[in-house]
């Protein structure tokens, strides 16, 4: 069985920077993108960015325009992990964020394409 595991929450303020792990465990997983989706109380998941590998040396990102600019998803495909790098944070961004993995192609903003969850990490930024 395959385990993703997200590290790095924490609480900031706003202007910080946070940056978020994920490593998958467990048998070899294969897939073709990794995302961070988030959730705040009271709210839907939502997509936050992907990252989807093409080749071996080729990769391509993709953000929620909420984030756009200000967040950097980045990955390693042979190592399965995915990290996000959050600068510029708002209290906005506050929510418990997690990380997903895909066997399949596109669509990568939605949640029901990914196959693979972790338990979440919590990011709190106060103003």
């Known amino acids: 069985q395959v385990q993703l595991v997200e590290s790095g929450g924490g609480v900031v303020q706003a202007g910080g920077s946070l940056s978020l792990s994920c490593a998958a465990s467990g048998r070899t997983l294969i897939s073709v993108a990794m995302g961070w989706f988030r959730q705040a109380p009271g709210k839907e998941r939502e997509f936050v960015a992907a990252v989807s590998w093409n080749s071996r040396s080729s990769s391509s990102t993709y953000y929620a325009d909420s984030v756009k600019g200000r967040f950097t998803i980045s990955g390693n495909n042979a190592e399965n992990t995915a990290f996000l790098q959050m600068d510029s944070l708002k209290p906005e961004d506050t929510a418990v964020y997690y990380c997903?993995?895909?066997?399949?192609?596109?669509?990568?903003?939605?949640?029901?394409?990914?196959?693979?969850w972790g338990q979440g990490t919590q990011v709190t930024v106060s103003s």
């Open positions: 997903a993995a895909t066997r399949l192609y596109g669509l990568y903003y939605r949640a029901d394409r990914y196959d693979y």
